[in-house]
Nanobody
Framework: QVQLVESGGGLVQAGCSLS???????????MGWFRQAPGKEREFAAG????????TYADSVKGRFTISADNAENTVILQMNSLKPEDTAVYYC?????????????????WGRGAQVTVSS
């Protein structure tokens, strides 16, 4: 079992930056970030395969968000720049021990509790 603990998030104005961090308690092969806005289904934001370093992004965040991994600390960071009000959501960290990064929730086996990000206009 892998425990995931998210940190960061908060309230910012549109155009500003924010970062989220996710610390994993054990070995993972890939980690990702998903988000769920009020009244909407949870959607993929970004993912990274730990061994290859390959990343994948949703079109809605590409060019604004960057996911990176600190393998020494077993941590993944989501740097969010040029934030928009539509980025407002609860952001969930996800991880798997057996697969590469994916856009699909079913590829991940472990989930964090979520971190609130609110972007005001």
């Amino acid at each position: 079992q892998v425990q995931l603990v998210e940190s960061g998030g908060g309230l910012v104005q549109a155009g500003c930056s924010l970062s989220l961090s996710c610390a994993a308690s054990g070995r993972t092969s890939a980690m990702g970030w998903f988000r769920q806005a009020p009244g909407k289904e949870r959607e993929f934001a970004a993912g990274i395969s730990r061994t290859s370093g390959l990343t994948t992004y949703a079109d809605s965040v590409k060019g604004r968000f960057t996911i990176s991994a600190d393998n020494a600390e077993n941590t993944v960071i989501l740097q969010m720049n040029s934030l928009k009000p539509e980025d407002t959501a609860v952001y969930y960290c996800a991880a798997t021990r057996w697969r590469s990064a994916s856009r699909y929730e079913s590829a991940y086996d472990f989930w964090g509790r979520g971190a609130q990000v609110t972007v005001s206009s």
